[in-house]
């Protein structure tokens, strides 16, 4: 089983959905920006993503400008054929995207509308019922 990675950026472009052979395979292209705390703005590095099968609608809802967090497998394959030298392919396969937009700023508490609220656990000792029956 293939290790899973994340990476972090901006989309830069947006293919279609492309189906090959005759068993109806489908594969969508994806290009991001690298962002995040480690990337030279002077020296970008652009990524290309793919989506396989049922995932290949997962950026749908994203348009190009977006800043993503995208979950992926790398995965690679040797190929040769036709008297030419093997070649290897590499893939890095998308299962989940994330948008940043909505995610909460850093070190804010993420919402809870289930958690109680911040004074529920704050009885003064007049409250506190001490008679443990056993």
């Not at 901006?10 to 594969?27: L, R, W």
């Not at 809802?61 to 008297?83: K, M, P, Q």
């Not at 850093?106 to 000792?125: L, R």
């Amino acid at each position: 089983m293939s290790q899973t990675y994340q990476a972090q950026g901006v989309i830069h472009s947006i293919g279609e959905t492309t189906e090959y052979g005759k068993n109806g395979f489908t594969k969508r292209e994806f290009v991001i920006k690298l962002t995040g705390e480690d990337e030279n703005g002077d020296y970008p590095n652009h990524i290309a993503l793919e989506l396989i099968k049922d995932k290949c609608g997962l950026i749908d809802d994203y348009n190009v400008g977006d800043e993503i967090t995208a979950h992926f497998n790398l995965s690679g394959r040797l190929w040769s054929g036709n008297g030419r030298p093997e070649k290897c392919f590499t893939s890095l396969q998308v299962w989940r995207l994330e948008s940043l937009a909505s995610a909460p700023a850093a070190g804010a508490p993420a919402a809870n509308a289930d958690a109680p609220p911040a004074d529920a656990y704050d009885q003064g000792a007049a409250d506190f019922d001490d008679d443990i029956p056993f």
